[in-house]
């Protein structure tokens, strides 16, 4: 156990040998901040294939500690060890195809124009870190965008030293994933301070006041959030109200739109098929994913009656989902009651009492057009949609008057001429309200991969110029330096 | 003269025939702002090859009107026809650079990674505007960062519209300027609103209030502003206040370090030279340049004072330089008597009264390392420097300390090993503190080149990853999009 650190008993994590002297471990906002603004030069100045290697070591680590792992989040978020497993594979993955990146040059502006100065000198860039960043660990993906998640691995990645907020639903999972980090991070030879870790209570046990003191700290430098449009925007205030603003790269909410063109759904099979694909999404993980389908326009026609039907009743007949907390799950059925109360005659209602308090009931809403409004265009976490009932020759002014979203979906039938001149009329609106947009697919499952663009205009994200997820990622933690003249052999 | 359109005679402007019925001129923020949401999306959907054709009809508009524009410049700037007629092709070559830049499509991001997406679909991005961008003039370039500058250029090439707000130091050349370029943009088709002007007065004669107001605006979804920390501070303030917030592109406050190395001094050819250099690059202009070197450092050796002495006479020797406002010639007044008053014997007094209240009288301030502290830090805006004299050995710790810079300079003996090795600590600084780092050269004259990057860590900018000259400046004002398996015969 390193000097001065004091674990928690309110965390209900025992002190002992679980807890080995971690170089880069701190529990003070000012140990780790300090820690983290000593490490900014020396980290800063690692060559690319150094710091590939210390995102190799953060993957191995986990993998070594996968079982416990999974098991520990199991208990805390209550999602299924398969999710979790998958989602170990996906977070390790993501840390070494980071480090890949960068190694590769890839994250690179690499510009260069030749005599381009006065005097005939060549300008050319390089990249450089921004700093020590700070990172909030989201709870519904506790690997992908916890502790462990795309925001450190891409800071990592970029040679700026992290400060990782956990969560406060997973106290023991965030303290174990942050131990495995520190450990493997020291052992990987950084310089103390290139990974801080703080629990989620500050010294008088409220954590937004941590937050906001971790956002605000001078050596702070730029910020990476999952969560909540509330808690990101109360972030970013408080960013921009320091003497020195710096950047809050939020993904906040998103409805994730999806619209049905009637091509798709005219056969039965059709219909089945895409019930069954929706109900999964909107169900899978509890609901609990920034991408779920959270309004799914239908024609107002016999087929789209028929496939909200089904839709709804895939939906309901899915048995009560574990969510990550009671919290949430308490939000969900007061959202599922009032969207009941909302419409004359649900076909399905709510249900009953849920079998515990963590528990989420699914739940589909039909309503038609000229309904849609307030409560239903904004974002809803849980296991439930709002099917909506739509001429599809209104589907353009739809999304028009929609807020920004993450994604947006068409599906559609591709041989049907009808269809493909609906989505060409549509897909500017989609265009022009999100970050990515989906076609014959659901936008949950997000792929980790050079092209994918996670983020979205307002309030889906704070900068949809930016992605928080892929490989782009990295460059949120870096700015372009261009270098005039000077001799290559003295730079780097 | 458009329906509506009402000139201000306080602005000294007669009506008549010298307004035209300019499609896309506006005068009011109402009308400005309305007009330029309704051009956002048929605008935006314009090809690049459309916007190059566009941006080339502004130039060619612009050279048309050279002579008439460089005269009315130097009577509202006092800056000389050489200095102004050169101004005039750097801006027209901008606007064709932009235009052609995305016209050959290097402004896309353009990711695209096969196969990706669950059940293989491919994914791959497009960029897309992100709609109104409001342009704040600034008055010491009227043309390259004026009303048809380098923030106007890159939106315009991006396929944003643009609501520019004039400086009120040139009333008239912003609005000559603006019927200019109204009349290109169109004649070249585009919706009425892709190009708004502003008077710098608001209709309660409040300028700031009209800023204030036009960052606010629900439409405007991005900010492009070149002037004072105070003044881009406050706009970021009021973006970031807003329900959306929205990103400020401001280029701000900088003193430019230079650092001379002994080698580069070492002989009387090369301090005679480096001191005409230098002594140019701060009296060039009235020294009213982002990148004048504010601030040299030279050697605390008997070249190094010979160094200082040369080139404070030679500053001190030029003439009183006529500046662009009497308010910034008081501030420049103010500042010498402040600096002079503050060393025990300046070996150059501040000067007699100058010719007129609106003359700067050059002048260099000569301290040591000891007294680098507080105002001397600042930037200063006119034809005056600070001299320090320091020991090399403290370079770095001298750059360290500073604050965020746009540029940063090293001169030194390309051949000599001692001023390579002190070149090579001292890089790191440097780089670590300034958008652009140059080697044997003055930073004045930026080169706008895909490879220059004109920004730097705050306070020099407020977004150090964006670069406000060369073409990656129209990266500022798009989004990345993913498509995901979306047919590509349907988009665009």
């Not at 009329?425 to 990515?436: C, D, T």
Request: net charge negative.
């Amino acid at each position: 156990m390193p000097a001065g650190f004091t674990p928690r008993p309110s965390l209900g994590v025992p002190p002992g040998p679980g807890y080995p002297g971690l170089v880069a471990y701190h529990t003070t906002l000012d140990r780790a901040t300090g820690a983290a603004a000593a490490a900014a030069g020396p980290y800063g100045a690692w060559s690319a294939e150094r710091r590939r290697d210390l995102l190799h070591a953060c993957a191995d680590a986990l993998e070594a500690a996968r079982a416990g792992l999974v098991e520990l989040a199991g208990a805390e978020t209550h999602l299924t060890p398969e999710r979790l497993d998958g989602e170990v594979t996906r977070t390790t993955g993501q840390l070494r195809l980071y480090g890949d990146h960068v190694a590769a040059g890839r994250h690179l502006s690499a510009r260069r124009s030749a005599g381009a100065a006065p005097g005939g000198a060549d300008v050319w860039t390089i990249d450089v870190p921004l700093g020590p960043v700070a990172v909030f660990a989201a709870s519904n993906f506790p690997f992908a965008f916890g502790v462990p998640g795309g925001d450190t691995a891409s800071a990592l990645a970029a040679g700026c030293p992290v400060v990782v907020k956990g969560h406060p639903a997973q106290p023991r999972l965030s303290r174990r994933i942050a131990e495995i980090l520190a450990s493997a991070i020291a052992d990987a030879g950084a310089p103390e301070g290139t990974f801080g870790f703080l629990d989620a209570e500050s010294a008088d046990g409220d954590p937004n006041k941590l937050s906001i003191e971790l956002v605000q700290h001078p050596v702070i430098k730029a910020v990476g959030f999952t969560g909540s449009l509330g808690g990101g925007r109360a972030l970013m205030d408080a960013a921009a109200a320091r003497p020195e603003p710096i950047p809050v790269y939020a993904e906040m909410g998103s409805v994730n739109p999806v619209f049905v063109l009637p091509g798709a759904i005219a056969g039965e099979p059709g219909r089945e098929q895409w019930a069954k694909t929706l109900a999964a999404a909107v169900t899978g993980s509890g609901g609990q994913l920034c991408t779920k389908p959270g309004v799914v326009f239908v024609p107002d026609t016999a087929e789209g009656g028929a496939l909200g039907d089904l839709t709804e009743q895939l939906i309901a007949g899915t048995g009560p989902v574990p969510m990550l907390t009671a919290g949430m799950a308490a939000a969900h059925r007061r959202w599922s009651e009032k969207a009941a109360a909302s419409v004359t005659s649900p076909a399905t209602p709510p249900g009953e009492q849920e079998a515990d308090s963590r528990s989420g009931r699914p739940f589909a809403v039909r309503i038609s057009a000229k309904d849609f409004t307030g409560d239903y265009r904004e974002e809803h976490f849980g296991p439930g949609t709002v099917i909506v009932h739509a001429d599809p020759a209104e589907y353009p002014a739809l999304a028009q008057a929609l807020e920004g979203q993450l994604t947006a979906t068409i599906i559609a039938d591709d041989a049907a001429d009808t269809d493909r001149s609906a989505a060409r009329e549509l897909l500017p609106s989609l265009v022009a309200k999100a970050g990515r947009v989906v076609w014959n697919g659901v936008p949950t499952g997000v792929a980790v991969v050079e092209a994918m663009q996670h983020g979205g205009p307002w309030p889906a994200t704070s900068a949809p110029w930016s992605t928080s997820v892929g490989t782009e990622a990295v460059r949120r933690f870096l700015r372009p330096v261009a270098l005039q003249g000077v001799p290559a052999d003295l730079v780097g």
